[in-house]
């Protein structure tokens, strides 16, 4: 059985979930404006720089790939 997704679309994946939850952290701010989420800020900022990161090692994952099959 093959998994569905390709390596670029779990790349693509990780790249929009980053950015949607940067967003995110960034809209519920106290300095924004009144928000009664009881999200913690600081968890889904640290969500989106791990999403980041994992989506930042799949670039190099590719780069190497493409400079190996050169």
Request: hydrophobic share 60%.
């Amino acid at each position: 059985m093959q998994f569905p997704l390709s390596f670029w679309d779990i790349s693509l994946w990780l790249a929009v979930t980053a950015i949607i939850l940067l967003v995110t952290s960034e809209l519920i701010s106290p300095y924004y404006g009144k928000s009664k989420i009881t999200i913690n800020k600081q968890n889904l900022r640290n969500a989106a720089l791990i999403v980041g990161i994992l989506f930042i090692i799949t670039v190099i994952v590719r780069v190497f790939a493409i400079i190996i099959s050169i």
